[in-house]
């Protein structure tokens, strides 16, 4: 069975099959279903930072800003002391296909980590 062309089908046989409840899963988004992009970090204070964020990445997404979901991986500096600033992976994501990627799992009630 071809999980790309059913996978409604997949996941009743699979659950059929497996016991599943209790168990945690993952899911994993294709790569056109977000964006990573290297920004410098901006100096405004650590609270306020996944805000400055959103807001320097906007005119960068293939959708509005208030549709999508942003977080943020820090990178260290190459050396102690270098006055090259920091940089920041923001990782963005629609807030639609978050939904469509995470409603097979609730819907049959798995959880995922």
Do not use: H
Not at 52 to 70: F, G
């Amino acid at each position: 069975m071809n999980w790309v062309q059913s996978p409604l089908r997949c996941w009743k046989k699979l659950r059929r099959e497996a016991n599943l409840v209790g168990l945690r899963f993952t899911t994993l988004l294709s790569p056109g279903e977000y964006q990573i992009t290297v920004v410098e970090a901006p100096k405004v204070p650590v609270e306020e930072l996944k805000n400055a964020i959103r807001w320097q990445i906007k005119d960068s997404l293939n959708y509005r800003i208030d549709d999508a979901i942003v977080d943020m991986v820090l990178m260290p500096n190459n050396k102690p002391g270098s006055e090259r600033p920091q940089s920041i992976y923001a990782i963005s994501v629609s807030k639609k296909s978050s939904r469509n990627a995470l409603s097979c799992f609730y819907w049959r009630n798995l959880s995922l980590r």
